[in-house]
């Protein structure tokens, strides 16, 4: 399984950006899909998370500003950023959790993709 995140980078506080995950590997449309976020010295933590039938959590830092979607027929997953605050800079990951087929669920990570969001 791959996972390859883009769209990261530097904006100003109050800007948008866009991230993308695109799988391969997987059968997309059965996994769930989130993103994860880690600052310098800090524990990696949820950003969003999105089931196979499109319903989404999201981390209390990020609610009402950041929304998940996925498209399984490009099978890729998307976080919109907006209203983006300093704090939201980290190193955003993609996570893919395919259901368990006998051998246990298993989980995938990306490679990261940095946001710098400056005040």
């Known amino acids: 399984v791959q996972l390859v995140e883009s769209g990261g980078g530097l904006v100003q506080a109050g800007g948008s950006l866009r991230l993308s995950c695109a799988a391969s590997?997987?059968?997309?449309?059965?996994?769930?899909m989130a993103w994860y976020r880690q600052a310098p010295g800090r524990k990696r933590e949820l950003v969003a998370e999105?089931?196979?039938?499109?319903?989404?959590n999201y981390g209390d830092a990020v609610k009402g500003r950041f929304t998940i979607t996925r498209d399984n027929a490009k099978d890729t997953v998307y976080l919109q950023m907006n209203s983006l605050k300093p704090e939201d800079t980290a190193v955003y990951y993609c996570?893919?959790?395919?259901?368990?087929?006998?051998?246990?669920?298993?989980?995938?990570w990306g490679q990261g993709t940095q946001v710098t969001v400056s005040s």
């Open positions: 996570r893919a959790d395919e259901p368990d087929r006998g051998g246990g669920p298993l989980n995938f």
């Open positions: 590997g997987t059968i997309f449309s059965d996994d769930i």
């Open positions: 999105i089931t196979t039938y499109g319903s989404a």
